[in-house]
T-cell receptor, first 115, second 109 residues
Framework: EAGVVQSPRYKIIEKKQPVAFWCNPI?????LYWYRQNLGQGPELLIR????????DSQLPKDRFSAERLKGVDSTLKIQPAELGDSAVYLC?????????????FGPGTRLTVL | QKEVEQNSGPLSVPEGAIASLNCTYS??????FFWYRQYSGKSPELIMS????GDKEDGRFTAQLNKASQYVSLLIRDSQPSDSATYLC?????????FGAGTTVTVRA
């Protein structure tokens, strides 16, 4: 079974530029999560989708971040414009049935560097 | 107070010894508890899940949960150099998963 797929793996941009990350969850997983992980810290949730609905986006900085999961499968997270403080690893995770044990499986992540 | 706190590392253990990792959480209503292993430059990998009080064993790993004390631990028996990684404790409350900052373990050959 294929795991969570993310692209790109690395991205270097200058501040004020836009950037987008893509994620394809494990087949059959209806819940998708975007996390941000700063160096030396645990992942922090940005947004959670159940199917195509964003059910928790309370931690998403909505002035510059946006996300979509139009067909309830793959998802895109966008930052526009990027700031120096956005440098981090952006992780996508998926799970089956958010109301159950909620075992989440992570993709390889995208390491973003903003110069 | 942080939602999930882990004992500060790094933790250095000799090969073959037991590594003991601790985690406390603040929300008494938390429902599920997880340990992830994260190698340097890689993403977190789920290694243990525990939902009820007591011990759960999987190979060389044992997770222990005490909800009354709001405490979760992970024991790694017969530690191997390949166990050298950062271990993240994660706690689920409702639909939200909260992570600790991680404890870095180094196994000395």
């Amino acid at each position: 079974e294929a795991g969570v797929v993310q692209s790109p793996r690395y991205k270097i941009i200058e501040k004020k530029q836009p950037v987008a990350f893509w994620c394809n969850p494990i087949s059959g997983h209806n819940t998708l999560y975007w996390y941000r992980q700063n160096l030396g810290q645990g992942p922090e949730l940005l947004i959670r989708y159940e199917n195509e609905e964003a059910v928790d986006d309370s931690q998403l900085p909505k002035d510059r971040f946006s996300a979509e999961r139009l067909k309830g499968v793959d998802s895109t997270l966008k930052i526009q414009p990027a700031e120096l403080g956005d440098s981090a690893v952006y992780l996508c995770a998926s799970s089956f049935l958010a109301g159950s044990y909620n075992e989440q499986f992570f993709g390889p992540g995208t390491r973003l560097t903003v110069l | 107070q942080k939602e999930v706190e882990q004992n500060s590392g790094p933790l250095s253990v000799p090969e073959g010894a037991i590594a003991s990792l601790n985690c406390t959480y603040s929300d008494r209503g938390s429902q599920s508890f997880f340990w992830y292993r994260q190698y340097s430059g890689k993403s977190p990998e789920l290694i243990m899940s525990i939902y009820s009080n007591g011990d759960k064993e999987d190979g060389r790993f044992t997770a222990q949960l005490n909800k009354a004390s709001q405490y979760v631990s992970l024991l790694i028996r017969d530690s191997q150099p390949s166990d050298s990684a950062t271990y993240l404790c994660a706690v689920r409350n409702d639909y939200k998963l909260s992570f600790g900052a991680g404890t870095t373990v180094t196994v000395r050959a």
